[in-house]
């Protein structure tokens, strides 16, 4: 029998690691509450195994030490709360909709400032001044990076990442345990429902903490990327009044797909037989909610509150397609935006590490069934069909 996980035990744990305890409020422990009773039903029914118990407290741990090391740095440096978080940008959209590909090029952009995967797990001490590229903590997760792609020479088909990538609010969002991203680490439907029905205010407090944290000693606009921000948008224009928003456009049949075969890849490292059939329901169900939930919004709001970019424009035109992004973002399009960009995809092109191949009907799904779900999305944006 698989020992079951315990809250109270990961927290332990988690302080003795770090040698702190406090968590800066308890906004967390809702979150990890059911995570933890979810979990533990799942595997009562036998829907997870050794593997994926041990690394999902392997993981609760890093985000609970994460959280204690971030909020005594804070305590250390009360200045760092005071500095504004001024005008960020969001990407945003449906799952596997381009919003990495538009990250990564927006990162490129010298002015612009991105969290990094190495300095997400990592933010403790910050990175000096000028060294987030270098510091000795990125250099040694590229050189793991390698070794992991050795191991596994098709992970990158399904996420393009680095150590000195930006990376999804999801990784710190998790420090407060609301984020889709723990969801995915098994079959958890309590959980998947306090994630959309949850308020994020206590999330974006702390993701606004954590950011000011990265940029003290390296400043910037700050280019932010998650799909699941679209499900909470009342909650992040609260807490960012000045925000700008990005919602990415791609093929509901392609994204759908994608997303079903990347989640179908995440509970293989979790569960013996990934259920297929929960995942189609899952990830058609959450798709349409990352569509719906942006639609009103704009509703009400009006529908030039959100910069629309359609991820079949940034493979066919990505510096067109980018120009007038800033356009639209007020931002200069600087010449070192313009080559740095270039450069990234001269050095990226689509399929680089191999080309991820799915299909609908591998989850039992059909193209009327995805298209008859989105009907209002596709009656709304004219979006480029794909195959």
Not at 56 to 75: E, M, N
Request: aromatic letters at 10%; glycine letters at 6%.
């Amino acid at each position: 029998m698989i020992e079951p996980l315990n809250a109270d035990a990961l927290i332990d744990t988690a302080t003795k690691e770090v040698g702190l305890d406090d968590f800066g409020g308890d906004s967390y422990r809702e979150g990890l509450d059911i995570l933890v009773k979810d979990y533990n039903a799942g595997l009562a029914k036998g829907w997870m195994n050794q593997n994926g118990r041990d690394m999902t407290a392997r993981d609760s741990v890093h985000y609970l030490t994460r959280r204690l090391l971030v909020t005594d740095h804070l305590k250390q440096n009360p200045a760092l709360t005071e500095a504004k978080v001024e005008r960020p940008v969001f990407v945003m959209g449906i799952p596997r909709t381009g919003t990495t590909l538009l990250s990564n090029l927006l990162a490129c952009d010298p002015a612009r400032r991105s969290p990094l995967s190495w300095e997400i797990d990592e933010p403790v001490p910050p990175a000096a001044p000028g060294m987030t590229m270098t510091d000795p903590r990125a250099l040694a997760r590229l050189q793991q990076e390698e070794q992991i792609r050795k191991v596994m020479p098709g992970v990158s088909k399904y996420y393009r990442g680095s150590a000195i990538y930006p990376n999804e609010c999801v990784f710190f969002l998790a420090h407060d345990f609301k984020t889709l991203m723990i969801e995915s680490k098994g079959r958890l439907p309590e959980y998947r429902e306090f994630i959309f029905s949850c308020s994020m205010a206590s999330a974006y407090a702390y993701h606004r903490k954590f950011l000011q944290l990265l940029q003290g000693n390296n400043p910037g606009v700050w280019n932010l990327k998650m799909p699941s921000h679209t499900l909470h948008l009342g909650d992040l224009t609260s807490e960012y009044p000045d925000a700008r928003l990005i919602y990415t456009h791609r093929d509901p049949l392609a994204a759908v797909g994608s997303f079903c075969s990347l989640i179908r890849f995440a509970f293989s490292m979790t569960t013996d037989t990934p259920p297929l059939d929960w995942i189609a329901e899952n990830c058609l169900w959450q798709a349409t909610e990352h569509s719906g939930r942006a639609m009103d919004f704009r509703d009400q709001h009006g529908e030039d509150s959100v910069i629309d970019v359609h991820y079949a424009d940034l493979l066919d035109r990505p510096m067109e397609t980018m120009e007038r992004l800033y356009a639209s973002l007020g931002d200069e399009f600087t010449d070192a935006a313009r080559s740095g960009m270039q450069a990234w995809i001269d050095d990226n092109p689509q399929n680089k590490f191999g080309k991820h191949e799915y299909k609908l009907d591998e989850f039992g799904l059909s193209e009327t069934k995805v298209r008859d779900t989105f009907e209002r999305y596709l009656s709304r944006y004219d979006v480029a069909p794909e195959g």
